[in-house]
């Protein structure tokens, strides 16, 4: 996708660390096919917002920490010798368009970034990914006149099917998690403020009816309802959308990186260990692919040596995109996974964001199919490794996990 000042991205996820709010510039108005960037300060967009616009305020652009109950979840990963490592990947849809200027959102079989994702599990058979995937993604009238997107994204249409069976394969063989990555990833309720960001401007209604459009996609395709990141960071400061996930039975968001989504107004969640922010589990992200190699490498140690979990945040999407998997950020990514090997060994644990918020929750996870086989290299020699650990609770995971090359066979409340 082209960043330049005239387009209008899906999926900018900017690192507000990195932005001086003041001054920021990320908001922009398609008059009459110009673009004009505002440089609005944040009280003047609260005000226009609230008292013009009557929309709600979304945490990057509140004054105030939200309201909330919030416990964070560590002791159970202190008291595991090993640490957590997971790579979440944004914007999986089945859009993969080649060429200079193309777009590869992960949407192809057996090329681009569909190939390069298979390649890295290859290489390193221990690593985990989550993906976040698009139930039905919508791009904007400039970028699908340029693309030459003439049909719909919607994942469970039938003529995307063997792309998606590519990637369940990948689920099955419990190498990776498929996440709810809200249903277009377009705000449509303010048009004057960053259009990637679904759910800055709605209310709790707005929230529960796209959900639930989401929810049904993702059923239709066949895909268990887990997990959720909300696009583009930004919610609604009242929170509501974290109601309307543990409403729906979601086991875990993953919604909040150092400074934004739920950490958008301020420090409210853990940066490495998962939360429990109004009774639904948030695991947070807290590594960029952006990052310099140093950087990288410190987030990293002072992580594991908290016993945190590390989060490595990624985007399917072109060059250009932070944190995008271009062909430089691959093989980043596999020289930090060797240094990561070589570094830490058997401490690291790799798993999905599900697995983890599982582990903290203290419950199975179930599957709508049998899985065709459990490595048991990874699940099971750690439980066989903490047994006092995993195995506190009667009909836990540790139980679940005890009965290799078996179907699971115990359950939890899980979306339907
Ligand atoms: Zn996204």
Known sequence: MNHGAHDIDIDTDHDLSEMDYANTSIDELTSSGHTIRARIRPPVKRWLLSKVLKRPIPTSLSDRLPTAQVKVLNEDLKSVDSVYLNLNIDDLCPLYIEGEGGIDLGGGIGVGLSEAVRRLLDNFPKLRLTLFAIPSCELWARQRKKSGLRYSLDISLPMHRMWLDDYKDLVRRERIEIGLHGFCHVQYENRWFSRHTEFAFKTEAQTAAVIAQGMRVFRAAGLDLTGFRQPGW????DLSLIDVLRENHFLYVAGSSPNAGLNGSGPLVSNIYPTLVNGLINIPQNVELDWSDTRIDEAIQQIVQRCGIV???AHMASPGTPNALSQQKIEKLG???????????????????????AFVARKPIIRDYEPASMNCDSEEAHAAQHPTVLGRESGSRADDLASCGSPLKSHTKRPT
């Open 234 to 237: 930004d919610i609604n400061s």
């Open 311 to 313: 989060s490595i945040k």
């Open 335 to 357: 020289n930090l996974l060797l240094r990561i090997e070589v570094r830490y060994g058997s401490l690291i644990r790799h798993a999905t964001l599900e697995t983890i918020a």
